[in-house]
């Protein structure tokens, strides 16, 4: 739920941020970039088979995915159109084994921008919505300092903005510089992002949850407890009957939370143990709980709110619960209880 709002363009919301101080040009710089770069994958995504964009790269990344084209694509974009504006230190990429270093040949600044280009990208040959989520960190660099992958290992609560856009069935952008979500909508005839909806909340109860159930048999004790109270509805221990949702693009199933509430789990399971989940921590449960908190929601591991948890890799995965606030709280319980 929000609350509707002139649509004014991302660039005024922008300038407008920066003279009541929330940002600074540089930041405001790299938004409008990243913007601009995800409108380039909203044209290539919404060219479909026309685009000769569909289907393998036949390529692996360093997750040891099958690349689509379009992942490919969509990182070549935000690399390209970020590399030469002088507001990055370096950046980071699901597609990148390791962080981006600036072409010397362009000027630095003092943020590090870390991305997944394509969420979701196995859902793109069946046309289901996809989306870039991204997170933005201070280098920290000092004075010549080089800059090594350790900058980049930083919890996210030290973010200064994130976003995601969704190539659905129009393509949005939310973002939070840390004063609120919100949604721009893309203006094809104008080629702008217009605010649409302003201090996203998330309720703090809910009736939808979203998770693949395919893994229940995995589930250790507290997940199997938590989801088989949801199926038993009003006639178990919850009193109320649940619905579920799996898109399986992360961008879409968060934004209908964002929406409408929910919450959006993916967790550690008995299929990898020593996996402590499937999504990674510092560009998509980052910047999706620093967003989530933004709107009122909560985002933890099961144990330990996302935010807080040091990184020690740059890839390294995450277990995510996420969304109205009440039933994070629970769930979490639940695995507090079995520790
Ligand atoms: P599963 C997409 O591959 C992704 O990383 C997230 O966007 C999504 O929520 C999840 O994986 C889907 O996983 O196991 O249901 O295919």
Known sequence: MSTPTKPIPLSRFLIEEQHAGRINAELRLLIEVVARACKGIAHAVNKGALGGVLGDAGTGNVQGEAQKKLDVLSNEILIEANEWGGHLAGLAS???ETFVEIPHAYPRGEYLLLFDPLDGSSNIDVDISVGTIFSVLRSNLSAGEK????????PGKQQVAA???VYGPSTLLVLSVGHGALVFTLDRETGSFLLTQRDLRIPADTREFAINVSNQRHWFAPMQKYVAELLQGKDGPRGKDFNMRWVASMVADVHRILSRGGIFIYPRDRKEPDKPGKLRLMYEANPMAFIVEQA?????DGTRRILDI???KLHQR?????GSKNEVEIVTRYH???E
């Open 147 to 154: 800059l090594e992958n350790k900058h980049f290992l930083q």
């Open 296 to 300: 009122g929601g909560a985002a933890t």
């Open 336 to 338: 507090h209880d079995a």
């Open 318 to 322: 995450v277990a995510v619960f996420l």
């Open 94 to 96: 699901e597609e990148e």
């Open 310 to 312: 040091v990184p020690e």
């Open 163 to 165: 976003g995601y856009t």
